[in-house]
C-alpha cells in the first residue's frame, strides 16, 4: 500500500525558516516524481514544488520561487522542502503528492497524497 | 500560467442525483487533466487522470470527458460518501495549477 507521510510543520514566525519532510512507502521511491501542494484555511488547492525522480530537475511556483527549496533522498525514501523567508500568507496545509510515473507527463499526475502537515506563521 | 475555471463553485444535490462539474481551461491543454475529491478536513484524493480515465479503485460512477479546454466530472448516482469538493487540475505545462473547487452539498 502506498503511503505517504509529512511531518516538520508548526508555528513559526515571519522571516523564519521549516523544514517539511515526506516519508514514502509501498512503491520504489526513486522511479517517481514527487510534489508539494499547499492548501491555506478555508482555500483552494495551490501546487508549489515538483521534482524529478532523481532529484535532477526541479520546478517552482512564483509564490515561492528563491525561497523554497525542494530536494530528495532515495536512499531514505524521503522529499524536503525547506521554507526560508516564511510569510503569513505561506500559512497552510502542506501536502506531498506522487506523480503517477517519472517521466513526462506522468510525473506532474498526481495518483496519490499525504494526510499533510500544517504551517503556521505568525508571530 | 493556464488559468482553471471551475463552474458552479458549489452545487446542491440528492442522494441519487446525477452531478455534472465543469472545468474550463484559459488554453488549450489537450487531455492533460484530473479531477481530485476533497473531504472535509481530508487530504484529496485523486479520481480521474488524462480528461477521462479512472484511478485505480475508483467506482465507475465517476466519468470524465473533454479535450481542449472544456471538460466535465460527472457523478452518476450521488451517494452520502460523495459530498465533498471537487478541484480539477492542468498539468500540461508549468505552473501546475487547479481549478477554484465545487462543493457539492446535501440539497
Known sequence: ?123 | DIQMTQSPSSLSASVGDRVTITCRASQDIGNFLAWFQQRPGKAPKSLIYAASSLQSGVPSKFSGSGSGTDFTLTISSLQPEDFATYYCQQYNSFPLTFGGGTKVEVK
Open chain 1, 1 to 123: 500500500e502506498v503511503q505517504l507521510l509529512e511531518s516538520g510543520g508548526g508555528l513559526v514566525q515571519p522571516g523564519g525558516s521549516l523544514r517539511l519532510s515526506c516519508e514514502a512507502s509501498g512503491f520504489t521511491f526513486s522511479t517517481y516524481a514527487m510534489s508539494w501542494v499547499r492548501q491555506a484555511p478555508g482555500k483552494g488547492l495551490e501546487w508549489v514544488s515538483i521534482i524529478s525522480d532523481n532529484g535532477g530537475d526541479t520546478q517552482y511556483a512564483d509564490s515561492v520561487k528563491g525561497r523554497f527549496t525542494i530536494s530528495r533522498d532515495n536512499s531514505k525514501n524521503t522529499v524536503y522542502m525547506q521554507m526560508n523567508g516564511l510569510r503569513a500568507e505561506d500559512t497552510a496545509v502542506y501536502y506531498c503528492a506522487k506523480g503517477s510515473g517519472g517521466g513526462y507527463p506522468q510525473s506532474r499526475n498526481f495518483d496519490c497524497w499525504g494526510q499533510g502537515t500544517l504551517v503556521t506563521v505568525s508571530s
